[in-house]
């Protein structure tokens, strides 16, 4: 697993009028949710991404973090956007553009309405196309359920980790906030921030497969989506329409869908 490490709040009064603007940014985003319905996909491709100057993609945004996707669309009930990795060839960028602006403006983006094939043709026209990805993109609320059993834990708790979740040993600094939920002194589910940007952090979820199905995942997302919130940034959870488990944690929670999502590799 490869994670983006966490912006941290400066001290003083710098960090002070920072956290203040943050706060500003978040309270200005929830209250565009809550009249239109929706949020920009741009912030999750700005927490997803790093992007340059001229909105081209470079890579996933995290610390190891591999090349971006060549082509990305979001979707959302007030229109769709897109965007081209910086080394795709222009002529290419020009067609894929030009069938993007024939995608229809779909209201209801509750399922899967973006279809990959088109884009993934005109893509492998130039190289093979190595992955396709499509899915929901969710806003967690203010008042999601209360976080149960959860804990925040830091680095020099990392230990917790084992046996079931070790694969995450190495990620625990650089992936705060770091929610688990503990048995018998263990970790057995986790949520934590994985990718993240000036306005929001993107959601890691993982449960051990002794331990699924017991609703473990939801309370750790909580937990997690709370102390996002504590430093002033947005919370966003996306999956994929095929992992069932991840919806299931989204319905749980009653997460808002602003969006969907195609990013083609």
């Given at each position: ?58 890579r996933v945004n995290e610390p190891r973090g591999g090349a971006a ?161 504590d430093l002033g940034r947005m919370p966003l959870y996306s999956t ?25 590799t």
């Amino acid at each position: 697993m490869e994670a983006f490490g966490i912006i941290g709040m400066t001290f003083g009064m710098t960090g002070f009028v920072f956290a203040l603007s943050a706060m500003a940014k978040i309270t200005k985003l929830e209250k565009q949710l809550k009249e239109t319905g929706v949020l920009d996909n741009a912030y999750r491709v700005e927490t997803a991404f790093t992007v340059d100057d001229d909105g081209r993609l470079h890579r996933v945004n995290e610390p190891r973090g591999g090349a971006a996707p060549r082509f990305f669309i979001g979707q959302t009930p007030e229109g769709n956007r897109w965007w081209f990795r910086h080394d795709l060839d222009v002529d290419l960028v020009r067609v894929l553009e030009a069938r993007c602006q024939e995608e229809p403006v779909v209201r209801d983006v509750s399922g899967p309405s973006l279809r990959p094939d088109p884009y993934a043709d005109l893509l492998a026209k130039h190289a093979p196309v190595a992955k396709v990805w499509t899915g929901p993109t969710y806003w967690v609320q203010a008042d999601v359920g209360p976080p149960a059993d959860a804990v925040l834990i830091k680095e020099d708790e990392r230990a917790l980790l084992e046996p079931y979740c070790a694969e995450w040993l190495d990620d625990v600094g650089e992936c705060q906030p770091f929610a688990t939920l503990l048995r018998d002194g263990h970790a057995v589910s986790l949520c934590a921030t994985v990718r993240t940007g000036l306005t929001a952090h993107e959601a890691g979820v993982e449960t051990h497969p002794t331990f699924r199905g017991r609703g473990y995942a939801a309370q750790v997302v909580a937990a997690w989506a709370r102390a996002v919130r504590d430093l002033g940034r947005m919370p966003l959870y996306s999956t994929s329409w095929e992992n069932t488990a991840s919806l299931a944690v989204a319905r749980t929670l009653g997460l808002i869908q602003y969006g969907a999502t195609l990013h083609i590799t």
